[in-house]
């Protein structure tokens, strides 16, 4: 006579902690096209990614990183570049013909302002439709890079401090305090290619 219960195992992504069957459910029933972000400590992955049976086609991949042919070479990781990446997926968004998406962000926690924001809304700001609440998205002042300009100007005076925290900064001969000019140029080197 049988005394326990019956153990189902679960899926090997499950048991891993990396896919979150029940919301992955939600996005793939909506039909449309997933704007993928995913961050790590060096960089921003951003994907337009379809649904099919056999498993998922990416249609296009942007990583911080190609940023820099578009001369940015400041920080990959940081909320400008989140935005720029957002800027430049919707720019590939728009060449694969495609005008909606809506947002994954995989099991990173959804905090109101974070760089996964700032991603959504530089594809916003570039024509993309994600549907979205205005109060998860950052501040334009924030996706500009104004933060860490003030810090920097404040930082001047100590010039031992400032080349502490600055230092990846000015090893890729990059001024803090000019960040703000940079992401509009960028900005508007990729809206116009």
């Known amino acids: ?29 909506s039909g449309k096209p997933r704007l993928v972000v995913r961050k790590s400590i060096s960089a921003i992955t951003v994907q337009l990614v379809t649904y099919q049976e056999k498993g998922d086609k990416i249609l296009a991949t942007i990583k911080s990183s190609s940023l820099k042919s578009f001369g940015w070479n400041y920080n990959y990781s940081n909320t400008p570049s989140a935005y720029l990446a957002g800027v430049l997926i919707a720019q590939k968004a728009k060449e694969l013909n495609i005008s909606e998406a809506i947002l994954d962000i995989g099991l990173n926690k959804s905090v109101p302002g974070s760089k996964l924001f700032a991603v959504l809304k530089g594809a916003i700001d570039n024509g993309l439709q994600v549907p979205h609440g205005d109060s998860v998205l950052p501040s334009d002042d924030r996706v500009k890079g104004a933060h860490i300009q003030q810090y920097a100007e404040q930082l001047k005076a100590d010039e031992q401090k400032y080349n502490k925290e600055f230092s990846g900064y000015t090893k890729n001969n990059c001024d803090p305090t000019q960040i703000t000019k940079q992401v509009e140029e960028v900005k508007n080197k990729i809206m116009g290619a």
Do not use: A, N
């Open 1 to 29: 006579m049988k005394t326990s219960k019956t153990r189902t195992v679960r899926f090997r992504r499950k048991r891993s902690g990396k896919t979150d069957y029940k919301k992955r459910l939600k996005l793939v029933m």
